[in-house]
């Protein structure tokens, strides 16, 4: 487990800001995500396609993908006649290319050489033209924003009948709400690419049930930055699923210990405390709704430690208990399926954390906003916002990596 400061990372290179977007096939199950890099603001002359190879692989290798994910990577004309793709794995990267890159025969020779070397090709563009039908017989992937690609569906119905056989699958981007989606599903797309399922469905307040209101409150007393491991011991012990999962982490590689565990106290601590409330809290949250999209529970998790990890930075965000809580629950209305209004009503928490979770800018609230402006690869507003919480904005990559690893390890 690691345990470092993100304001402690190495300060020889500059920092590499990498956030990830999800792809989602028909069943909203998790395929790939775009992996977005900002770009340097002053590349070093001669030396910018040495700098442009080192970030597209930090990237792949930062956003962490689970087996069987395809890590969807943008590459320039130039590092793609350079050869650069070739660095990557190519069982875990797509290549893709923009709609700035015509199809003349320099790239196309490039891109038959990666398909020879099992490469796989991703089209991004706003329509069919002259250029990207060259290159569609080397692509496995055609991706269309259904914001403003080709007009409306009966053009991009003539679309899908032009494309090649070798094109596996049709991905919508731009999509942002489950309307979009099902409309996209229904023209023929497979693949879907945004954050449509961080929303709730139903817009319709309602009471959050009896069960659920029970786990939230168990969640707010793991995260008492003034709990004992007495109050915790007392919380693991009521719930057998905890105690379940307490035990089998202590008795993984990752726990070394000698002997038997005696009691739920020992098994505490041999974990330690911080260990066991960020895992028991992921664990909590989980068994909110068990048919909850699966991509939500991941950015849950991974906002509450990115938001500790930076709170921890800062003289003036909320204490790291505080903010972990408030990252943790910041995507409970898409979990739960309720306005965030109707689910924070029910929940067990201070006034100024329900004002934060509903979008009122209050003093906790910049430091989950810098975290989502971050996720969504919004880099200008990311370090905007961070200012307002003082937090160093280089520290935000460190941060980032560190909580997609804790979570990858948990």
């Given at each position: ?6 304001s402690?990372a ?13 792809i989602l ?8 995500y775009?992996v ?24 792949v ?5 689970e087996p069987?994910?395809?890590a969807?990577?943008?590459?320039s ?17 797509v ?15 490039a891109c ?7 490469y796989?090709?991703s ?7 002259d ?5 569609l ?5 055609l991706?269309l924003?259904?914001n ?5 569906a ?16 049709l991905?919508?981007?731009g ?23 961080g ?7 309602r ?15 793991l ?18 699923g905890?105690?379940?999962?307490l ?17 739920i ?10 260990r ?32 500790e ?12 208990a ?7 629950c ?35 609230r910049?430091i ?15 370090e ?22 804790w979570?990858?390890?948990i």
């Open positions: 487990m690691m345990h470092t400061s993100p402690s190495p300060a020889a290179a500059p920092p590499v800001f990498v956030a990830r977007e999800p096939d028909r069943r909203q199950h998790v395929f790939g775009q977005r890099l900002r770009e340097p603001a002053s590349p070093e002359p001669g030396g910018s396609r040495t700098a442009e190879a080192a970030r597209v692989v930090h990237g290798h930062a956003i962490g993908l069987g994910q395809r969807f990577v943008s590459v004309r130039q590092l793609l006649l350079d050869g650069v793709p070739a660095m990557l794995p190519a069982d875990r990267v290549v893709e290319l923009g709609a700035d890159i015509d199809g003349d025969r320099q790239v196309q020779a038959a050489e990666l398909r020879s070397a099992h796989r090709i089209l991004d563009r706003t329509a069919l033209d250029g990207a039908k060259q290159l017989p080397f692509a496995s992937y991706k924003d259904v403003v690609a080709a007009g409306d009966r053009s991009r119905a003539r679309t899908f009948s032009c494309l090649s056989a070798g094109v596996s699958s991905v919508a981007t999509i942002e709400t489950f309307e979009q989606f099902e409309a996209a599903a229904a023209e023929g797309f497979t693949g879907f690419q945004g954050f449509f399922f929303r709730p469905a139903l817009l319709q307040p009471a959050v049930p009896g069960q659920q209101v029970a786990m939230l409150r168990v969640l707010q007393a995260n008492d930055p003034n709990g004992s491991i007495g109050q915790l011991e007392a919380i693991v012990k009521h719930d057998a905890l105690c379940y999962r035990l089998r982490t202590v008795n993984s590689a990752a726990a070394s210990r000698r002997g038997p565990v005696e009691s106290r020992a098994a505490l601590l041999l974990c330690g405390r911080d066991v409330r960020r895992w028991a809290s992921l664990w909590v949250l989980k068994g909110l709704n068990e048919s909850a999209h699966a991509e939500l529970v991941a950015r849950s998790t991974v906002r509450a430690r990115c938001c990890l930076l709170s921890a930075t800062s003289r003036e965000a909320a204490a790291p505080e903010a972990f809580l408030l990252g943790m910041s995507l409970l209305d898409a979990i739960l399926d309720r306005p965030m209004a109707s689910v924070v009503a029910d929940l067990p928490l201070a006034p100024a954390a329900r004002a934060a979770l509903c979008g009122e800018a209050n003093g906790l910049p989950l906003d810098a975290v989502i402006a971050y996720e969504r690869g919004a880099w200008e507003d990311c905007a916002i961070a200012a307002l919480a003082r937090v160093n904005p280089a520290v935000l990559p460190a941060a980032f990596a560190e909580a997609l690893r979570f990858k390890e």
